[in-house]
């Protein structure tokens, strides 16, 4: 049978490599770099749906390729939500740095009693110029410190509720059953294998 095409408005490897593992072998996924997209696509929204429908957009507008982007935010109860949609960006406005992002979210929460957040992924697709969003949430908690090496971003800080290890400590496998991303993937693909098949 052969594999339908979709666009995944991202070339962050991780991320790729993620959706790739939780999608089934009846899509074959392309990256921003598969189709010669190599420009920035703003991310100028306040809401994480707003971000996604703007690169999912930004693709279907510019190479006619049906898309399906993302935006994460990690949403900390403490912090009034925030960082939120500046999840990426915390640290600093301009670039992403990870390690700084982590490193500013445990300065902040030093000492706060309360450390529950969840994880929520908003992904926007595009077929024939119709729009449709979908969400996965996974709640938890914050550490104080980072634990495990696997995965990336704020996995080594952040336990999903149900377990006692953090994302980089339960790895890949476990993550990509579990995570905010995959429940929203899975929102996807029960729609494309429902109602998407063209």
Request: hydrophobic share 35%.
């Amino acid at each position: 049978m052969k594999l339908r095409k979709l666009v995944f408005a991202t070339n962050n490897a991780h991320k790729l490599e993620e959706i790739r593992s939780i999608l089934d072998a009846q899509f074959q996924i392309l990256s921003l770099a598969d189709i010669d997209c190599h420009g920035d696509i703003p991310e100028t929204a306040d809401t994480l749906e707003g971000n996604a429908l703007l690169k999912a957009h930004f693709v279907y507008d510019n190479y006619g390729l049906d898309c399906f982007a993302d935006d994460t935010g990690l949403e900390v109860q403490a912090l009034d939500g925030r960082p939120g949609v500046h999840t990426a960006r915390y640290a600093y406005a301009d670039h992403h740095d990870p390690e700084a992002n982590t490193d500013k979210l445990l300065s902040e929460l030093q000492g706060a009693p309360n450390r529950a957040a969840r994880f929520r992924t908003a992904i926007a697709f595009i077929r024939g110029g119709e729009e449709y969003l979908f969400e996965g949430i996974v709640s938890g908690s914050i550490t104080t410190e980072r634990r495990g090496t696997q995965g990336f971003g704020y996995d080594p800080v952040f336990v999903p509720d149900g377990y006692e290890q953090t994302f980089a400590e339960l790895g890949v496998e476990v993550k990509n059953t579990i995570s905010h991303r995959a429940r929203a993937v899975e929102a996807l693909c029960k729609f494309l294998h429902n109602k998407g098949r063209k």
